[in-house]
């Protein structure tokens, strides 16, 4: 058997992984791309293993099995933190995060001033609107 034509396609899917996780800006479209990537690895591999007689019986399926394991793992993980930043930001869009703890997050603020009772920049923004427990 040649097995050109399931290399060709496992490089063109891997490639289109690529390019997904270097033009998109939403990190939900990044995470199907990851996943692309992760599938067309998965190709190579069970292609590999039924074309390459090797000293480990099924060695390539059993390594497909691991990467089908760690995407969903990633998946688990990755769409947590999507949903974290949605809430945070109200967007997903990957180029919006700030890669540095005390980076601004949007335009500079105004300076506060003290009102009746409240020490100006003690209360958390949008916590005016929350209940005194859940503050």
């Known amino acids: 058997m040649r097995p050109v034509i399931p290399y060709v396609t496992a490089a063109l899917l891997f490639g289109l992984g690529v390019y997904g996780v270097l033009r998109r800006r939403n990190a939900v479209l990044v995470l199907m791309a990851v996943e692309l990537m992760l599938n067309a690895v998965n190709l190579i591999l069970v292609t590999a293993d039924t074309t390459v007689r ?58 506060a001033t003290a009102t009746a009772g409240t020490a100006a920049g003690t209360a958390r923004p949008g916590s005016a609107d929350r209940p005194e427990g859940e503050r």
């Open 54 to 111: 090797a000293q480990l019986p099924h060695g390539g399926q059993v390594f497909a099995l691991f990467v089908i394991v760690l995407a969903a793992a990633e998946i688990g993980v990755g769409l947590a933190i999507v949903l974290q930043l949605y809430r945070l930001r109200a967007t997903v869009a990957v180029d919006e995060v700030p890669l540095t703890e005390g980076a601004p997050t949007g335009p500079p603020a105004e300076p």
